[in-house]
């Protein structure tokens, strides 16, 4: 701090910090942190009101069987074009900073920012309905890893996979600091809901990172090419999350944290299970045939770990179409009381 305090002012330097980008913290008398965008949310909620008028208040963000690519109404003007652009980039801030319940709806609407038709706006509208009724979302800082319920049935399948991947090792950097704690668990939830966009055919990929209880990232987007089945789309989505794994063990072990742990990798597709953890099956096409290698030489030694989960108790589903009321809140839920 001394070093620190010769370069920059340091203000609050003997209080855990209260106020970050926008993002409250706050301990409860359990020492409990819980981080919430409340008072951001509300100005925000405020000076729009006071510009455009208030927003009816939603219980979802998006209705569910809506999709914004096939709206066929007219263009917005320079003015309403604007409010659109306005209200896409306070929730793409709000989803950054915490509020992963809007952020397939507001990926929806993001790639329509150029030229917003009316129907768009009154949808964009609606995300705000949905952050004005639930203002106080929060999520928790938790070290302890995640509950899995007692009714839902986890498939973790190992398999010996010989000498087919034995060349591969986990990148493991020298210079990595000895851990001084014990190891945090790392679980990913992924999931992809097929052919999702009804113009182009493409697939919604959906990805919810914990470190403990603690969600770390949230990922709400559309696939870069169409897939043809479930099981490419289900595929596709799992590399990205082979791929978040790796990085988030790295960054960990980059700053003394102990990880030695699979890293359990949670999906709802058995046909993905089977062809990433069983050394037998085949695939034809190249490139299913390479995701599938990179994700099994991962599996072969132990970085990662894929389950069998289901669907109802998969927290990335939020992330790939929107949901009613009920599961939507009860997945956000979930997550906040673990």
Known sequence: MSQIEQQFDVRNKEDSPSCYLGNFYKRDDKGNIHVSSTKHIKEVLRQFAKQCGEVRKQSIPVRTAKHPETDQSSCLNAEETQQFQHIIGVCQWLVVAGRFDINHAVSSL??????????????????MGHLRKNPKRRHWINPLPPNVPS????????????????????????????????ELEITIFVDADHGHDKVTGRSIAGLLRFVGSTPVMWSSKRQSSMQ?????????ALKKAVEEATAIRYCLRSMGVKVEKPTPICVDNMSVVLNASNPGSTLNKKAIMLLRHCTREHVAN??????KI?????CSDPMTKALNSTNLHGFFYEIQSN
């Open 110 to 127: 993001s790639r329509f920012s150029i030229a917003p038709q009316k129907r768009h706006l009154e949808l964009a509208r609606e995300i």
């Open 151 to 182: 009714d839902c049935e986890v498939i973790a399948i190992k398999e010996d996979f010989g000498y087919q991947h034995s060349c591969f090792q986990e990148e493991i950097d020298p210079r990595f600091p000895t851990p001084l704690s014990s």
């Open 228 to 236: 043809t089945s479930t099981f490419r789309a289900e595929f596709t």
């Open 302 to 307: 132990d970085a990662i770990e894929i389950r």
């Open 310 to 314: 289901e669907s109802e108790q998969n």
